[in-house]
């Protein structure tokens, strides 16, 4: 048989082995990391915590807004619509109303925001840093030697941290929902363009974490540092608890930060999951690009993610055989 035909015979057997690894490395983080029970309450409700503190400054501003509205003096007999009086109690009425449905998105854009930190919680520490990890406790070289494509562990490791964290942060999601009592304005027919949203951004996330990890297994020790200086940034700049087109009206320094942040996934992922689900917001001055768009930036940073992981990843192994950088000096 021709050298072709014998890797052609082999390639069942390949594909066989690359989905048993990939299956091997989701198990732990979809079974094992469910059995203590009390993980599953600190990661999905505790995080309530934080989205409520927002949630509760948003609706002190909300009652500000309102109240301006239904405080009346001689200059404005019915209020104040904005910075101008109302015109008459119909305009009082729809201005109530329009700063009660802004309120409502700001609390449902910020339980939808703390929903998503779990993702990038998950992506920072479960993906980037979990090479290195694995690298500090004898593992890696273990895995480096099996016949097996590398992208296949951190396949794994990206399906599995998926599952995980989708259950936690859907719970975070419908727990939240309920609590502060937001109305979602979801029509129906946008419930597909929602989903694929969804999950490319995820497969976007995730690809960014999977060429983390290799990076970081080079960084070092550097690689817990980076984790912890990226968290609260990446917080703050791709809106997670408020519209992060909110930068664009902040003069240049807020359209760089803007521009920064939306090689993030999460930023444009958001974004897009927001006006879908609140569409009439704020009059849409706050939205970065439509979700079409953003759908179609997010599969080009979701491919272009899994490519330079996979560039990253064939680097480390060179690296590797070459100056050895699989093992720890004490082990």
């Known amino acids: 048989m021709t050298e072709d035909g014998t890797a052609l015979s082999r390639l069942p057997h390949r594909v066989r082995l690359n989905l048993q690894a990939i299956v091997g490395r989701a198990y732990p983080r979809v079974v094992g990391a469910n059995r203590e029970p009390s993980w599953i309450f600190f990661e999905a409700i505790l995080p309530l915590l934080g989205i409520a503190a927002y949630v509760f400054i948003y609706q002190a501003l909300g009652d500000r ?188 320094l807020g359209r760089a930060v803007l521009t920064a942040a939306t090689a993030i996934p999460a930023t444009l992922g958001l974004d897009a999951m927001r006006q879908l689900i609140f569409p009439t917001a704020w009059g849409g001055q706050f939205w970065i690009f439509s979700p079409g768009l953003e759908l179609e930036i997010l599969l080009i940073l979701a491919a272009l993610f899994l490519v330079l992981a996979r560039y990253t990843l064939a680097y480390l192994e060179k690296l590797a055989r070459r100056e050895g950088r699989l093992t720890s000096r004490h082990q």
């Open 65 to 252: 807004v309102i109240a301006a509205i239904t405080t009346t003096s001689p200059t404005a007999p019915w209020g104040m619509c904005g910075l101008d009086p109302c015109t008459d109690a119909a305009a009082q009425a729809a201005a109530i109303v329009t700063a009660r449905a802004n309120v409502n998105a700001l609390i449902g854009s910020t339980v939808l925001g703390g929903a998503m930190v779990a993702f990038w919680l998950n992506v920072l520490w479960s993906m980037a840093s979990q090479l290195y990890w694995e690298k500090e406790i004898g593992n890696l070289q273990l895995y480096m030697m099996a016949p097996m494509s590398r992208m296949s562990l951190l396949g794994g490791m990206a399906l599995g941290g998926m599952f995980m964290t989708s259950v936690r942060a859907i719970t975070t999601l419908v727990v939240g929902v309920v609590v502060f009592s937001v109305t979602l304005q979801l029509d129906p027919a946008n419930a597909g363009l929602l989903l694929a949203v969804f999950f490319v951004t995820l497969t976007a996330l995730y690809g960014m974490g999977m060429m983390l990890a290799s990076l970081y297994l080079l960084w070092g020790r550097e690689a817990f540092n980076l984790s912890a200086l990226l968290e609260e940034p990446i917080f703050f700049t791709s809106g997670f608890y408020f519209p992060a087109g909110g930068f664009a009206r902040a003069g240049a």
